[in-house]
């Protein structure tokens, strides 16, 4: 494993469970169990596993669930564990890959020595980190659609993916649509499911009690601010859900879930385990540290809060520079610089993210944006609506950009990361305010149009 093609991450909450993918192994023939997004297992007899390569299982599983030439670019196979994720290039060996995991996770996590003899990998097939957004407002294939609709979904309500109390509520009225048909007051499956609101909003939106299901029904407490904006967006699909009268095919609402999710920037990311420094609070004080996830996709970097559920920092990749940097004996360090300000200055500022897969995120930047300049040569026209689509397809809708809600989540908190800011004055590299002039890192993207610049020694002070 290289780190291009394949990509590693962390794992989300709902994978934890102790799962192995193969149930038995004869002398020729061998069970193995692929898991997907919705945890159902797609299981496979095949012969000579220890040879047998993703591309293989990959079509195998194709097979089996009847999907359709698309979903191989779509889908991958990834090996999942409550320490580590990896995604699979179709070359890979799953089986060796498997025998092979301690060693991996000895490499690129910080588990002690019990947690890594216990833990077990298992296959999964979900969708491939590579695969842009824009091609899936292509599909129109109703079983792909669920598929990445589970996943997402998933990672919604996992809170992988953070969302404002407005999108979650829009997107947990999809997933009612979808589970308990059109609204209607008092429908049977809306309070038999009363017990189950985490399977429409996040946990941390979630208030048990009469609350929504109630509401349903038209009688019992009175509804939380949050379930009533559930409920009344769970009306407006239905409203909006019929077309000439007719009600709409799940498919329908599969891909108004994924449009939604792509106004999220870490659509489709592949995530990762990270730490950074917390501002210090005072001017004799350390800050410590903070637990961070790493999400990096075909677009760019996103620094999440592990525990706030929030984005500290986004990135394209036009407006980073990066590397990494491995001392012996000390821990590995993914370093991202960008332009910023200090007290009205331009400045370069340089974060920190230590973790034992720095090397992977360094390797999966490089490798998307060596995707991103293969493709540039298709035109900026080409590159935002996706290849022509078949003369009998209907055209992808226009997407809008996403509006930033004041305090959203989605917007990036520099105020909360410790940065070192630095200048280079021509003499040397500084640690404060003055006039930005130079890359620390010759690493970057290169597109002759990207909005990382760098302030030279002569501009004047009003140019920031």
Same mark, same amino acid.
Not at 188 to 208: G, N, V
């Given at each position: ?5 394949? !990509?590693a991450?962390q794992?989300?909450?709902? +994978?934890?469970?102790?799962?192995s ?11 193995v169990l692929?898991?997907?997004a919705?945890?159902t297992v797609v299981?496979?007899?095949v %012969?000579?596993l220890?040879?047998l390569s993703a ?5 195998a599983?194709r097979e089996v ?10 889908f991958?196979l ?5 320490l580590? +994720?990896?995604?699979l290039?179709p ?5 060796k890959?498997g025998?092979?995991?301690?060693e991996?996770l000895?490499?690129?996590?910080s588990a002690?020595d019990?947690?890594?003899a216990m833990d077990?990998p298992?296959l999964?097939?979900?969708r491939n ?6 091609r ?10 669920r598929l990445l609709? %589970? ?12 969302c404002?109390?407005?999108d979650?509520e829009?997107l947990g009225a ?12 008092g429908?049977?499956a809306?309070?038999s499911l009363?017990?189950?609101l985490d ?7 979630c208030?048990?009690g009469? *609350? ?5 029904r038209g009688?019992?407490a009175?509804? *939380?601010?949050?379930e009533?904006?559930?409920?009344n ?12 009268g ?5 498919g329908?609402?599969y891909?108004a879930?994924?449009l939604k999710?792509h ?6 990311c592949?995530?990762f ?8 609070p ?11 996830s790493v999400a ?5 970097v ?5 525990r706030?559920k929030h984005?500290?920092?986004?990135l ?5 520079s ?7 004996e000390e +821990? ?5 610089e960008f332009?910023?300000?200090?007290e009205?200055m ?12 720095a090397e992977?995120?360094?390797s999966?930047?490089?490798y ?6 293969a493709a540039?040569?298709?035109g900026p026209?080409d ?7 078949d003369p009998?397809?209907?055209p ?11 305090g ?8 909360h990361?410790?940065?070192i800011?630095?200048?280079?004055d021509?003499?040397g590299i500084r ?14 993207l290169?597109?002759?149009q990207g ?7 002569g501009? !004047?002070?009003e140019?920031g």
């Amino acid at each position: 494993m290289d780190g291009t093609e394949g !990509s590693a991450g962390q794992p989300g909450p709902a +994978e934890r469970s102790r799962r192995s993918s193969v149930s038995s192994v004869g002398a020729r023939v061998a069970d193995v169990l692929v898991y997907l997004a919705d945890d159902t297992v797609v299981p496979l007899a095949v %012969e000579n596993l220890p040879s047998l390569s993703a591309h293989e299982l990959h079509r195998a599983v194709r097979e089996v669930l009847q999907l359709p030439d698309i979903a191989l670019d779509v889908f991958a196979l990834w090996l999942v564990s409550p320490l580590l +994720e990896v995604q699979l290039k179709p070359k890979h060996q799953p089986y060796k890959l498997g025998r092979q995991w301690p060693e991996l996770l000895l490499r690129f996590t910080s588990a002690p020595d019990d947690d890594v003899a216990m833990d077990e990998p298992f296959l999964q097939f979900r969708r491939n980190v590579f695969f842009p957004k824009r091609r899936e407002l292509q599909i129109h294939d109703e079983e792909v659609l669920r598929l990445l609709y %589970e996943e997402a979904k998933g990672n919604v309500l996992a809170a992988r993916y953070p969302c404002d109390v407005e999108d979650c509520e829009a997107l947990g009225a999809l997933v009612c649509r979808v589970q308990l048909g059109p609204y209607q007051p008092g429908q049977p499956a809306a309070c038999s499911l009363r017990e189950k609101l985490d399977s429409f909003l996040p946990a941390h939106l979630c208030k048990r009690g009469q *609350g929504l299901f109630a509401a349903l029904r038209g009688r019992g407490a009175r509804a *939380g601010p949050g379930e009533q904006g559930l409920l009344n967006a769970y009306r407006q699909v239905q409203e909006a859900s019929g077309d000439d009268g007719c009600e709409a095919t799940l498919g329908t609402h599969y891909r108004a879930y994924l449009l939604k999710c792509h106004e999220l920037p870490f659509y489709g990311c592949a995530f990762f385990h990270g730490e950074v420094d917390k501002p210090a609070p005072g001017f004799l004080h350390r800050g410590g540290r903070k637990p961070v996830s790493v999400a990096i996709s075909l677009e760019g970097v996103h620094v999440i809060d592990s525990r706030e559920k929030h984005v500290l920092l986004g990135l394209r990749f036009q407006e980073l520079s990066w590397d990494h940097t491995a001392p012996e004996e000390e +821990e590995p360090i993914l370093w991202l610089e960008f332009d910023g300000e200090s007290e009205g200055m331009p400045v370069n500022k340089l974060l920190k993210i230590y973790s034992k897969q720095a090397e992977l995120m360094s390797s999966l930047i490089e490798y998307c944006i060596e995707l991103s300049q293969a493709a540039e040569p298709a035109g900026p026209q080409d590159s935002a609506t996706g290849p022509p689509l078949d003369p009998g397809s209907s055209p992808a809708p226009v997407q809008r950009p996403k509006l930033r809600r004041q305090g959203s989540v989605v917007c990036s908190r520099i105020q909360h990361l410790s940065t070192i800011d630095y200048v280079d004055d021509g003499k040397g590299i500084r640690r404060v305010k003055p006039k930005r002039t130079t890359s620390f890192f010759s690493r970057q993207l290169s597109l002759g149009q990207g909005s990382y610049t760098v302030v030279q020694t002569g501009d !004047s002070l009003e140019q920031g």
